[in-house]
């Protein structure tokens, strides 16, 4: 296997950059980006420490990520799974990169910036769902954005629902987690246990 080690060995197997594509990247958020988040009802949230690289999936009702201003973004913190992965990786290196999506549009929204987290009460209050706030928040300072090009999207079909399929075509959750890990539970009680916490902890 033949491994390109050095940047100038890859940029020789691809043509030039379109110049669009170079000049589309912004150092703010514009109108365009601002209604892009508002619309987006999901993200995927890359971090990195000195252990590898992280995503994370991050969801609710479009507009869940607040746009404080041009160059500032705030995602809530809902409840999880507790491992803190992505919150522990922004802790040791606060560089992070978000892409967007919003359901049925092919291009996405990548966002690159620096992340702190906060408790603060005048931040996390900004979001409640039956009485519930999240604990911290991760706000985002821009360094750049850009919309991305739908390709991606396109071939995969994602919002045409050409590869979707059928749940029974993998394992319940529970049945992998208990194939996967020493648990006592069976894997009943194990996806019985799941379904209660996403009917009751989402928030």
Not at 12 to 19: I, K, V
Not at 31 to 59: E, N, Q, W, Y
Not at 144 to 161: N, T, Y
Not at 174 to 187: F, H, P, R, Y
């Amino acid at each position: 296997m033949e491994l390109l080690e050095k940047p100038e060995e890859l940029r020789q197997c691809y043509e030039p950059a379109l110049e669009r594509a170079v000049l589309k990247t912004l150092p703010q958020l514009d109108g365009h980006c601002r209604r892009f988040i508002a619309l987006s009802p999901f993200l995927c949230l890359g971090t990195s420490s000195k252990d590898g690289a992280d995503v994370t999936p991050r969801g609710d009702s479009p507009g869940f990520v607040h746009v404080l201003d041009d160059r500032t973004l705030a995602i809530p913190d809902w409840r999880g799974n507790n491992r803190l992965d992505a919150l522990t990786n922004i802790i040791e290196n606060p560089q992070v990169g978000l892409l967007f999506l919003v359901p049925g549009v092919e291009e996405t929204l990548r966002v690159n910036g620096v992340a702190h987290i906060t408790t603060e009460p005048t931040v996390t209050q900004r979001w409640r769902v039956n009485g519930n706030h999240p604990k911290s928040a991760i706000i985002v300072t821009v360094r750049e954005a850009f919309l991305h090009c739908g390709k991606a999207l396109i071939r995969s079909h994602l919002w045409q629902g050409t590869y979707q399929v059928d749940r029974s075509a993998l394992p319940s959750y529970g049945q992998m987690l208990k194939d996967q890990i020493v648990a006592t539970e069976s894997a009943v009680e194990l996806e019985r246990s799941i379904a209660e916490a996403y009917r009751t902890k989402l928030y």
